[in-house]
């Protein structure tokens, strides 16, 4: 029996077998954030032959303020859609699904960039940039909210099969899930339970826009891995929180420390993570961090470590590393 290919459901989204590609910057859209030809020859060239179940698409800011570098992709503004649809044809007639992700940068954004105030939950510096935001107020926090429904109703419109809210690698999200970068003391902040609310109104807000069976994928940064920061007991509620707001699948990567663990070198170094995630939730978890060998995936799946491998470098080192892959385990 090979896990890697066996099949999984997750409510409304069926997939073929484990394998996803995660998401992975390119900063080869246009200039105005719309899709470019680069980017549609990438993603071909990764979803060729279908192989990899699932390729969630690098983030995409959701309003100029929550850009986070040039040349990313924009889900922006509804002038976006049609150039996405192009996207999700790409990859779907190549025989994988599509999720699209949706970011606000928070105050890991730059004003020379955006043009705009840098903000964040909290005016102190940025725990990895150093700058100093302007703090949100709570109708600053209601708009970006809305921001984050908009964005989804254009994901669904482009014909994705699921959207992705990313809360991870120290964007806004993810710095309102940090108590490094949170340092609020309304609603907003505090516990785990209050650094959280403002995930569970965009959930809420990203639901009613794509309506009951379109899948919600949540990206968790779930340890920052630094003193004073994130825990994994943090995520576990969080985590269980997610789930009854209506996550079908959640994504576990760094917060903080980014996509990488500071001194790991095995293999699926956020197992210890998703491990524990995965022990306090029934919606399916994806394992990501530095897998580049099947029988590692296999392993990781049969220990039930998590319910999904997400493959990034190697497969955008090599792009028929998922063929290879799959290949190898029938």
């Keep these: 029996m090979s896990y890697l290919i066996t099949p999984i459901k997750a409510k409304h989204l069926t997939l073929k077998n484990r394998l996803i590609m995660p998401p992975m910057a390119t900063s080869k859209s246009e200039i105005d954030g719309k899709v470019s030809k680069d980017i549609l020859d990438y993603y071909d060239e990764k979803s060729r032959g279908g192989y990899i179940s699932l390729i969630i698409i690098e983030h995409s800011f959701i309003s100029e303020e929550g850009k986070a570098s040039n040349q990313q992709l924009s889900i922006a503004k509804d002038n976006v859609v049609e150039k996405l649809k192009e996207l999700a044809d790409v990859i779907h007639r190549n025989g994988s699904k599509a999720v699209m992700q949706i970011n606000h940068a928070g105050s890991a954004a730059k004003t020379e960039v955006t043009g705009k105030e840098v903000v964040g939950p909290s005016a102190i510096p940025n725990p990895r940039m150093g700058n100093i935001p302007k703090e949100l107020t709570k ?6 909210t809305n921001d984050f429904k908009e964005a989804a109703r254009r994901v669904r419109e482009a014909g994705f099969d699921a959207v992705e809210i990313h809360s991870a690698h120290g964007y806004l999200l993810n710095q309102f899930f940090s108590p490094l970068s949170n340092k609020r003391t309304d609603e907003y902040g505090g516990d785990i339970k209050g650094r959280i609310k403002i995930h569970l109104e965009v959930i809420k807000a990203v639901r009613e826009a794509v309506g009951e069976n379109f899948p919600i994928l949540l990206r968790l940064g779930a ?17 269980q929180k997610f789930e009854n707001a209506g996550i079908d699948i959640l994504d576990i990567s760094g917060g903080f420390c980014g996509y990488m663990m500071p001194g790991a070198c095995e293999q699926g ?6 491990k524990a995630i995965k022990e306090v939730v029934s919606i399916p978890v994806i394992l990501t961090g530095g897998i580049n060998e099947a029988y590692v995936a296999e392993k990781l799946l049969e220990e039930e470590k998590a319910d999904l491998i997400g493959v990034g470098r190697a497969i955008y080192k090599d792009s028929d590393w998922a063929k290879k892959a799959i290949e190898s385990l029938k």
């Design 139 to 144: 109708k600053d926090i209601e708009s970006i």
């Design 269 to 274: 170094y956020f197992s210890p993570l998703t």
């Design 223 to 239: 340890s920052d891995f630094m003193e004073g920061g994130s825990t994994v007991d943090d995520s576990k509620l969080a985590a």
